[in-house]
């Protein structure tokens, strides 16, 4: 098989996510620890999914700033690696102490929170007046938006940490697909959370499930890359990537191609209407890549466990540049503009050029971040293993006469 000559079999300690990537937690007190230093305004962008589109395209809409400030933080009582997410003038995240929290995205203050019986990794999805969000006491969630109050749920055969996403559907409904580490996708009717269907695959699914029409197309911990039909829940393509090329991170979708990385040292895109080989692989000797991608017009960017964030033609797979930092770099980068944004397992957040690759801005937070940021009205969101959520106002440059 020609995909196995980039997949190694010495992965042991990249292989543990796939057997279990949580998190310890540690103590505290909730609420915000930081005097907000925003002024209150009209919040005219939104984040509500993981990676702001279905089609997981890692990029937000807007420019950035070239320079932030701390706005706020909110302390929970573990550790946040759940990914934020934005839907009006609320962030909504989850916390290594059990708990989704709603937060106003301004202010920092809680407007909520909804407690499970385990610890919540993964990010949150908002649709519809709805948050719906996994946790590793097996079951998912949804909640009202605005007051918390759970709708209904649903219990899969084992723990959730990718994010759920979402379909609309020809008859006007809309549907929630969501992996599970009891090796099954599963799709519900998103106002009753009556199960459509599931599809079985080899092992854990890890990652979130990226849509485009009526596909949804994940790896998983079985090292195969999954294409299933939404409306019936059967499959309609498939590929094995090769010994060890285990997929536990979230693949993105554009113009009918697939880019994600895998266990077996390589970022890959795959045509899905050619799918014996890839269109092009962009491979790492010794490391890993477990963050999703950001997708721009002309260049793929993403983050890998050799502590670097990568960056490479769409095109070709070409190197463009590569941006290094001290530690593993799990979490997704957010484009926006002419920027991205991306934490490293350093304890950095980061701002670079997109195009250049050079640091713009970057903030020491002190501890591993492998939450994934929002970017909403300007701000930049992001959890860290301090057991805070922190949020980044734009510094205005000061005009001159």
Same mark, same amino acid.
């Given at each position: 098989?020609?995909?196995?000559?980039?997949?190694?079999?010495?992965?042991? /300690?990249?292989?543990?996510?796939?057997?279990?990537?949580?998190?310890?937690?540690?103590?505290?007190?909730?609420?915000?620890?930081?005097?907000?230093?925003?002024?209150?305004?009209?919040?005219?962008?939104?984040?509500?999914?993981?990676?702001?589109?279905?089609?997981? &395209? !890692?990029?937000?809409?807007?420019?950035?700033?070239?320079?932030?400030?701390?706005?706020?933080?909110?302390?929970?009582?573990?550790?946040?690696?759940?990914?934020?997410?934005?839907?009006?003038?609320?962030?909504?995240?989850?916390?290594?102490?059990?708990?989704?929290?709603?937060? &106003?995205? *301004?202010?920092?203050?809680?407007?909520?929170?909804?407690? %499970?019986?385990?610890?919540?990794?993964?990010?949150?999805?908002?649709?519809?007046?709805?948050?719906?969000?996994?946790? /590793?006491?097996?079951?998912?969630?949804?909640?009202?938006? +605005?007051? !918390?109050?759970?709708?209904?749920?649903?219990?899969?055969?084992?723990?959730?940490? #990718?994010?759920?996403?979402?379909?609309?559907?020809?008859?006007?409904? %809309?549907?929630?697909?969501?992996?599970?580490?009891?090796?099954?996708?599963?799709?519900?009717?998103?106002?009753?959370?009556?199960? *459509?269907?599931?599809?079985? %695959?080899?092992?854990?699914?890890?990652?979130?499930?990226?849509?485009?029409?009526?596909?949804?197309?994940?790896? #998983?911990?079985?090292?195969?890359?999954?294409?299933?039909?939404?409306?019936?829940?059967?499959?309609?393509?498939?590929?094995?990537?090769?010994?060890?090329? &285990?997929?536990?991170?979230?693949?993105?979708?554009?113009?009918?191609?697939?880019?994600?990385?895998?266990?077996?040292?390589?970022?890959?895109?795959?045509?899905?209407?050619?799918?014996?080989?890839?269109?092009?692989?962009?491979?790492?000797?010794?490391?890993?890549?477990?963050?999703?991608?950001?997708?721009?017009?002309?260049?793929?960017?993403?983050?890998?466990?050799?502590?670097?964030?990568?960056?490479?033609?769409?095109? *070709?797979?070409?190197?463009?540049?590569?941006?290094?930092?001290?530690?593993?770099?799990?979490? /997704?980068?957010?484009?926006?503009?002419?920027?991205?944004?991306? #934490?490293? !397992?350093?304890?950095?957040?980061?701002?670079?050029?997109?195009?250049?690759?050079?640091?713009?801005?970057?903030?020491?937070?002190?501890?591993?971040?492998?939450?994934?940021?929002?970017?909403?009205?300007?701000?930049?969101?992001?959890?860290?293993?301090?057991? &805070?959520?922190?949020?980044?106002?734009?510094?205005?440059?000061? +005009?001159?006469?």
């Amino acid at each position: 098989m020609p995909w196995s000559r980039i997949c190694f079999a010495a992965l042991l /300690s990249a292989l543990s996510i796939c057997a279990d990537s949580r998190a310890q937690t540690n103590s505290g007190q909730d609420g915000p620890t930081v005097t907000p230093t925003v002024t209150p305004k009209k919040t005219t962008t939104g984040w509500p999914s993981y990676r702001g589109n279905p089609a997981m &395209h !890692g990029v937000a809409p807007g420019k950035l700033a070239d320079k932030f400030k701390l706005a706020w933080s909110f302390k929970t009582d573990g550790a946040v690696l759940s990914s934020p997410v934005v839907a009006g003038d609320t962030v909504y995240f989850g916390s290594g102490d059990q708990s989704i929290y709603a937060v &106003h995205l *301004l202010t920092g203050t809680k407007k909520w929170s909804f407690k %499970t019986d385990d610890m919540i990794d993964a990010p949150p999805l908002v649709v519809d007046g709805r948050v719906y969000i996994g946790s /590793s006491d097996f079951f998912l969630y949804a909640l009202n938006a +605005k007051t !918390g109050k759970l709708e209904w749920k649903f219990e899969t055969g084992d723990t959730i940490l #990718g994010a759920a996403n979402y379909a609309r559907m020809k008859d006007g409904t %809309t549907r929630i697909i969501v992996g599970s580490y009891d090796s099954n996708l599963h799709c519900f009717e998103a106002k009753t959370g009556k199960k *459509l269907w599931s599809y079985e %695959t080899g092992n854990y699914i890890n990652g979130t499930p990226a849509i485009l029409g009526d596909y949804a197309v994940f790896g #998983g911990c079985d090292a195969v890359l999954h294409v299933v039909s939404i409306t019936t829940g059967k499959k309609v393509k498939e590929v094995e990537l090769g010994a060890d090329c &285990h997929v536990a991170g979230s693949v993105a979708l554009a113009k009918n191609r697939v880019y994600f990385g895998h266990y077996g040292n390589a970022f890959i895109c795959v045509d899905l209407d050619d799918m014996k080989k890839p269109t092009w692989v962009y491979p790492n000797n010794r490391h890993a890549f477990f963050s999703s991608p950001a997708i721009l017009e002309d260049r793929v960017v993403f983050g890998g466990r050799d502590k670097k964030l990568h960056c490479v033609s769409r095109k *070709l797979g070409k190197p463009l540049w590569t941006f290094p930092t001290k530690r593993k770099i799990d979490g /997704s980068p957010v484009a926006c503009g002419d920027k991205v944004v991306f #934490g490293s !397992g350093d304890g950095r957040l980061y701002v670079l050029d997109v195009k250049t690759g050079k640091e713009v801005w970057k903030y020491e937070i002190g501890r591993p971040i492998f939450s994934s940021p929002a970017i909403a009205n300007g701000m930049i969101l992001i959890g860290s293993n301090d057991d &805070h959520l922190y949020a980044f106002s734009p510094v205005r440059a000061k +005009k001159t006469n």
